[in-house]
Every structure is written in C-alpha cells, then in structure tokens.
C-alpha cells in the first residue's frame, strides 16, 4: 500500500496526529490550539482517506479558551481506545486550565464533559494500559504517573524515566506501547522546528529501565533537501492485515531561503518494519501539488459543518443561518480581526494553491451597513482581509506592529462576490522568493475577476509570525451585520 500514499494524508493546519485502530476502522484526532471547537476527529477504513466526523470539545462546557493567546489552548491529544470506550486526554494551556480527559462510545461524539487532571503535570499526556488494568500516563519531559481515569486521580508521584538522547532539546510527545515482549517509549525531540526527529526506547515494563534504539533517531529529515521538513510528534498503529504504520506532523515549506510553511503542520504517513525487535520508517515524501476538489457550502443546515472553525469561542449570538435562510449571518463583537473575539468563521487551507469565494452582503436591512467579507488568518498581528461596506470594497493587511489599507475600489450597493487566490510559487526566481502570492478581488456577473490587490504569502506563514498553527481561511464581521450566501473553495 506504501506505493499508494499521496501524503500529506491530511493537509493544511492537523498537527500532533494520535491514532488508534478498532476493528477495520482508524481514528485520528490532532492539535487546535486557540480554535473553538477543540480536537478534529477523522474516520478511515485505508488510513489514506480520512473524513472528518466531528470535533471532541464542541460545547463551552468542555474547551474553555478565554483568554488564550494565539497558539495557545488545545496542545497533542492522545487518542486511545480501552474498555469498550474511545479515551482523550489533551491539554488546554490557557490560563487555569491544565491537562484533561474526556471518553466516548461513539468518537463522533457526543464526548463526555472533562475530568480534569490537577496531578498530571506538563503537555502532550499519553494512555497506555498494563495487563493489571493499570493505566500510565506519561507526559513530555519525559515522566509518568498512575492515572484513575474515571476520577482523575493520580497515584503516587510523577517519575522521571527516558528522555531521548543525551543534550537534544524538548523530548515531547511521548506514546507507550506494549508490543510483543517489550515496553516501547515513542517519543519527539529537536523541537518542532527544522531539527524535530522521533526516537524510540524499550524496556521490561512500563516504568522501564529503557534501552535507547541504537538507530535513533528512527525518523528526521533534518540537514536534509527533502520537501518535508520537521517531521516527527508521531504515533504508531497495527493495521488490520498486521502491518504497521506511522502517522506523524511535517511541513511543506515554499519559496526560497530560509523556507516558508504557511499550511502549517500537517499528517503525514509512513509505513513502518521491524527488524531486531526495532522499527524501522519507511521512505516517504509529498506528492505533487492536489488541486483541490470544490467545496461549496451554502449554508442552508442550521448547524455547521464540522470543519468551520471560530477564535476561541463560538456565541450563539454571534452567527444563524436561520434568520435568511440560506445565508450565513455574522454580528460583529470586535472593530476588526486584530481583536481576540472577532466574529470569525473559517476552514483550514488545505492546499498550496487554492480559490475562494463569497457572495457578501453588508447591508443589515435597516439602512445601516456592516463591514466584513473574508480574511486569511494566521494570528491577530498577521492576516490579510478583504472587506466590503457600503459603497466600497477594501483590502487591509496587519503585519506584526503595522496595519494598512492597501486597496480600495468603489462598487455599487447591494451584495457583491469577494475573491481570494493563493498562488504557490513553484518556480524560485531568486532566495528570496516567497512561499505564494495572495490575490485579492471582486467578481462580476459574468465571472471575470477584477484584481485589487496582491500580496506577499510569506507574512502568513510560521517562519514571519511564529506559533504552531497554520493558516485558516474563512468570513468574518468586523462592524455591524454582515451576510454570506455561499462559501467555495477550490481550484
């Protein structure tokens, strides 16, 4: 099946995938950060083709981000599946919060609401049952800790066991396994930047005493040319047939030098042997550049797909389909998307190069207008938008500290068709060629595409702003009541 792989198997912003297998079936869920709602979770029968089936913290009462930062909230599940029931435990790193659990029959949900772990310290939480029953859960750093995962209570203290390789930075993302006759301790070193690798150790039990790989690191591309760099936060599965697999994050970075990802982290997969008792990742590398099939959503349910994504919260107040049936309708909070609770909605951009569209109307009905339209979005000090008014259309950019109308065109009242275009490079003029070109528009009845402004992609990317995410691509209010007839995203 390696030969059939058109990796990244999901593209654009899915970080820190965990995996486990019940029957013919696969499940993955990964990171959200400061996104409402939490932890996307896919179903496979291949592990090739994933649809998404839902999202694990989907109600306030479970994901509470007030007050995160950007690239700040829902850090690495871990997703397992033990007694008749789907377990998550993930960590929130907003402000209080901490490190919690939640369980399922159905991991399309509903989930339970979170038990909270105070004892369990750290980031990146693993599960992994001993034949005694016994559940471990080990964190980065690396420690573990006995865990009761019905009341969240821990047993005894945390103790420290392998932590990589000697003087590599941020061992992270720990998974324990039982395999055959040994104990193995998967784990993420280098950070998760260019030097990120996936190291391996084995031991008697779960506390060890382990013996490092004598090939580790198992995975890296570091100090290589490959289009896939900083992989590694890895997971393993037994396929069904007794193969075994590898999901793990990796980036595809564009341009010239140093590079820029602007997709963020992605899932890729990677077939794994074993060979002394120890495994052994297969090559694998991107294929080429997808055209995206069309995605059109026209807003006609009354809740949201499960791919929508909101900052940090999601206020009944702030959005309806049901007012115009078959509009989305946005009520701004915010005066624009530098504020951390704006009024926007938006979808993961999955490919390099990629079209949207939207049929915006910022008239409220009373004669009083709104402002919005769509916005790429990286963080609040890297996005670029454009937005319509009454009267007028306008393209804004905020790169860190600075902020600036770069276009602006006068247009007729009434709804108007807002375009967006990301445009990968792929041929590299000089070192200094960014990643893509956005192109900002406004299209006619008749389809044609009136450009108002063009923008350098590498301010959106990870390299420019930072943090862990990727971009996201989506509508937005900024003043008022603004409505949307339809999404498209394609090629």
Wanted: aromatic share 8%; net charge negative; proline share 8%.
């Amino acid at each position: 099946m390696s030969d059939m792989i058109t990796n990244p198997v999901l593209p654009g912003f899915h970080p820190d995938p965990s995996i486990c297998r019940v029957g013919e079936d696969y499940y993955l869920a990964c990171s959200s950060f400061e996104y409402f709602p939490g932890v996307p979770i896919f179903h496979s029968t291949d592990l090739l083709t994933w649809t998404q089936i839902g999202n694990v913290l989907d109600r306030p009462s479970q994901l509470r981000l007030a007050g995160a930062a950007s690239s700040g909230g829902i850090y690495a599940p871990t997703l397992r599946y033990h007694g008749g029931r789907f377990h998550l435990i993930v960590t929130n790193a907003s402000s209080g919060q901490g490190n919690l659990l939640v369980t399922a029959t159905d991991p399309a949900g509903p989930w339970s609401e979170p038990v909270m772990l105070p004892g369990v310290p750290g980031i990146d939480p693993d599960l992994a049952w001993d034949e005694d029953g016994t559940c471990w859960c080990t964190v980065a750093g690396v420690s573990q800790i006995r865990l009761d995962t019905t009341t969240g209570e821990t047993l005894g203290e945390p103790v420290r066991t392998w932590s990589g390789t000697p003087g590599a930075k941020a061992p992270e993302a720990p998974h324990l396994y039982r395999i055959g006759e040994y104990w193995y301790l998967l784990i993420a070193e280098g950070g998760t930047e260019r030097g990120h690798g996936v190291s391996i150790a084995r031991g008697p039990s779960p506390t060890g005493p382990f013996e490092a790989c004598p090939a580790n690191p198992i995975l890296t591309h570091r100090s290589t040319d490959d289009p896939v760099q900083n992989t590694g936060h890895a997971d393993l599965v037994q396929a069904a047939d007794g193969a075994w697999w590898m999901v793990l994050l990796g980036v595809r970075p564009g341009g010239g030098t140093p590079g820029w990802h602007v997709l963020g982290r992605e899932t890729f997969l990677a077939p794994v042997s074993w060979v002394d008792g120890w495994p052994v990742v297969g090559e694998f590398t991107s294929g080429p550049a997808v055209a995206p099939a069309p995605v059109r959503d026209d807003f006609d349910d009354r809740e949201l797909a499960p791919q929508w994504l909101s900052v940090r919260q999601r206020l009944d107040e702030d959005w309806t389909t049901g007012e115009r049936p078959g509009w989305l309708t946005l009520r701004a909070r915010g005066a624009s998307l530098d504020e951390p609770d704006v009024v926007f909605l938006g979808r993961r951009q999955q490919h390099p190069s990629c079209r949207i569209r939207t049929l915006a109307d910022a008239g409220d009905g009373d004669g009083v207008g709104g402002v919005g339209g769509l916005a790429v979005r990286l963080d609040e000090r890297h996005h670029y938008e454009i937005e319509a008014s009454a009267g007028q259309v306008r393209v804004l950019a905020r790169i860190g500290p600075l902020r600036t109308v770069v276009a602006a065109e006068a247009v007729a009242g009434g709804p108007v068709v807002l375009g967006i275009d990301a445009v990968a490079h792929t041929e590299i003029q000089d070192p200094r060629t960014g990643p893509d070109t956005i192109v900002f528009g406004i299209e006619g009845p008749d389809g044609d595409f009136t450009v108002l402004a063009e923008l350098e992609g590498r301010y959106l990317s990870t390299e420019v702003a930072g943090g862990f995410t990727g971009r996201v691509i989506g509508v937005y209010a900024a003043s008022g009541v603004v409505r949307f007839d339809y999404f498209d995203y394609f090629d």
